[in-house]
């Protein structure tokens, strides 16, 4: 069974810096993209990032390139999210989901996880 | 990048009937590949229907999708109590992959 656990959400104030992390099980990790979708307060899914399955390649959203870094540790079956320089509007749930193939082009999430919860605020 | 729009914003339905919504894109999906996502209050999305019209393992066959190039639809024949949701469209067929606002289902 398929299972994507996150961590390492929380409440951290404007300017700061977060790193989530996914742990997988039940499948191949190292031959698998994985990728990032958030989801603010009430609102529907975002993508946020993808990285294929040998972390050769990566993708990031407009409104966090520059700020966030994707990640995955193949020896640890673990995906991360390091999220700096957050702001209020960052402030949303975030789940990593499986993508179908070695790679994110074309193709759609087959699991998610339960997601993490990250506050900013002051 | 590819904008989808998802109609109605919500659907008042009682256990039995039948749902149907949409999915419009803003141009043409790339070999139709269109996905639908459930996501009950609480939980994470589930993958329901992918190259808009093939159902994911185990769901079942009361959900049906349909539709091609911007147009894309996805029916739920006879609602059950566990179907009330918020229902998500996403196109992969072009970077970024993104979604629609979503529907929801709600309990008449």
């Known amino acids: 069974e398929v299972q994507l656990l996150e961590s390492g959400g929380g409440l951290v104030q404007p300017g700061g810096s977060l790193r989530l992390s996914c742990a997988a099980s039940g499948f191949t990790f190292s031959n698998y993209a994985m990728s990032w979708v958030r989801q603010a307060p009430g609102k529907g899914l975002e993508w946020v990032s993808d990285i294929s399955n040998s972390g050769g390649s990566t993708y990031y959203a407009d409104s966090v390139k520059g700020r966030f870094t994707i990640s995955r540790d193949n020896s640890k079956n673990t995906l991360y999210l390091q999220m700096n320089s957050l702001r209020a509007e960052d402030t949303a749930v975030y789940y990593c989901?499986?993508?179908?193939?070695?790679?994110?082009?074309?193709?759609?999430?087959?699991?998610w996880g339960q997601g993490t919860l990250v506050t900013v605020s002051s | 990048e590819v904008v989808l729009t998802q109609s109605p914003g919500s659907l008042s339905l009682s256990p039995g009937e039948r749902a149907t919504l949409s999915c419009r894109a803003s141009q043409s999906v790339s070999s139709n590949y269109l996905a639908w996502y459930q996501q009950r209050p609480g939980q994470a999305p589930r993958l329901l229907i992918y190259g808009a019209s093939s159902r994911a393992t185990g769901i079942p066959d009361r959900f049906s999708g349909s539709g091609s190039g911007t147009d894309f639809t996805l029916t739920i024949s006879r609602l059950e109590p566990e179907d009330f949701a918020v229902y998500y469209c996403q196109q992969y067929g072009s970077s970024p992959r993104t979604f629609g606002q979503g529907t929801k289902v709600e309990i008449k």
């Open positions: 989901a499986k993508d179908l193939n070695w790679n994110f082009v074309r193709v759609y999430f087959d699991y």
